[in-house]
């Protein structure tokens, strides 16, 4: 028998702003806590889990790229390594939203994502006692 757990977190989808998370599925176990914070503390985010079986996953990151008012992305040194990741980092410093790259580790950044994250303020994980504490810092993010 195919359970489902209790309340679980599900990506937002809808009309009001959100935060596009973008991470490696390599730290998703680093990553899935944050979210369920982030979610718990009210925030809309959206990250790869909504993407539904069958639906075409690249429109439905564009989609979702598009219409986020933040982005998000994880660093570390599996998704500074990940095609993906990086394609999506591209697209939205070319559609201009807000960026946050939060560092899980320490992670070489070649010199292509240096450029493109260099006038951002970048959050280091590991500074945050709990992720409650870092998630509080969301509340002062540009609009």
Known sequence: MITLK???MIPYE???PFIYVSYSRRDSEKVRPIIDVMHNQGYRV???EGILPGEDWTKSLVD???RCAVFMCF???S???????????????KEDRIIIPVYLEDARLSDSWNMMLARYQHIRLDRYD???HFVELLNRTPS
Request: aromatic share 16%.
């Open 14 to 16: 809808g009309m009001e």
């Open 6 to 8: 209790e309340n679980p």
């Open 46 to 48: 959206w990250w790869d």
């Open 130 to 132: 709990t992720i409650s």
């Open 75 to 77: 660093i570390s040194r």
């Open 64 to 66: 979702h790229l598009t």
């Open 79 to 93: 998704s500074v390594e990940s095609h993906y990741v990086q394609q999506e980092v591209y697209f939205s410093v």
